[in-house]
């Protein structure tokens, strides 16, 4: 158990719907990181944020946003949603030591 | 970030050393290799991290080559739970994100 939470566990919607997916970081990590793995184009870095603030962005498409609470929890938020965007999503915390990445169970997102 | 190259796949018997190897030929100073595995489909977890010198903890042994052109991690008495696809990821100082390639498919025989 890495200490990292996501809910829901999985998440079966149709195309052109909006979902939320949910983020508990370990207790006291400030970063969150959100990672996308598809059949196709395997593990990629979405987004991070730092206590707060969007730190860095990688692949992440428009339709998709991000946020970071200040209870640090962070929420991914996918809109108009296509056959393509089924995959699993990780969320991964880390301290002031970022060399570990500590990453959640995933969800799986079905679309439809 | 430097890419990486890793051989798709590689079987292990149980109870055996398993050597994975790693090519990182175009690594620059202040980039570090790391190690993640991921089991079936969980979380990736972290392993091991070095940036020249040889490194050993609790799960495994990580081998740079002088040059830093290439490393192995060495799973030292691989046991069935180690069957997974293992990352080999070079990443820059100050550089947060990992970004991960294809990876190994790691299968430990009974």
């Known amino acids: 158990d890495s200490g990292v939470t996501q809910t829901p566990k999985h998440l079966i919607t149709a195309t052109g719907q909006r979902v939320t997916l949910r983020c508990s970081p370990r207790?006291?990590?400030?970063?969150v990181y959100w990672y996308q793995q598809s059949l196709d184009q395997g593990l990629q870095f979405l987004i991070q944020?730092?206590?707060?603030?969007?730190?860095a962005k990688g692949n992440i498409l428009e339709r998709f946003s991000a946020q970071q609470f200040p209870d640090l929890h962070s929420e991914l938020n996918l809109s108009s949603l296509e056959l393509g965007d089924s995959a699993l999503y990780f969320c991964?915390?880390?301290?002031?030591?970022?060399?570990?990445?500590?990453f959640g169970p995933g969800t799986r997102l079905t679309v439809l | 970030d430097a890419k990486t190259t890793q051989p798709t796949s590689m079987d292990c018997a149980e109870g055996r050393a398993a050597n994975l190897p790693c090519n990182h030929s175009?690594?620059?100073?202040?980039?570090?290799v790391y190690w993640y595995r991921q089991i079936h489909s969980q979380g990736p977890q972290y392993i091991i991290h070095?940036?020249?010198n040889n490194e050993t903890n609790e799960m495994a042994s990580l081998i740079i080559t002088e040059d830093r052109k290439s490393s192995t991690l060495i799973l030292p008495h691989a046991t069935l739970r180690d069957t997974a696809v293992y990352y080999c990821?070079?990443?820059?100082?100050?550089?947060?994100?990992?970004?991960f390639g294809t990876g190994t498919r790691l299968t430990i025989i009974p």
């Open positions: 070095g940036l020249k």
């Open positions: 944020y730092y206590n707060g603030e969007e730190r």
């Open positions: 990821i070079v990443r820059g100082f100050g550089n947060e994100k990992l970004t």
């Open positions: 207790s006291g990590d400030l970063s």
């Open positions: 175009t690594i620059s100073g202040n980039e570090y």
């Open positions: 991964a915390s880390t301290g002031d030591n970022y060399n570990e990445q500590f």
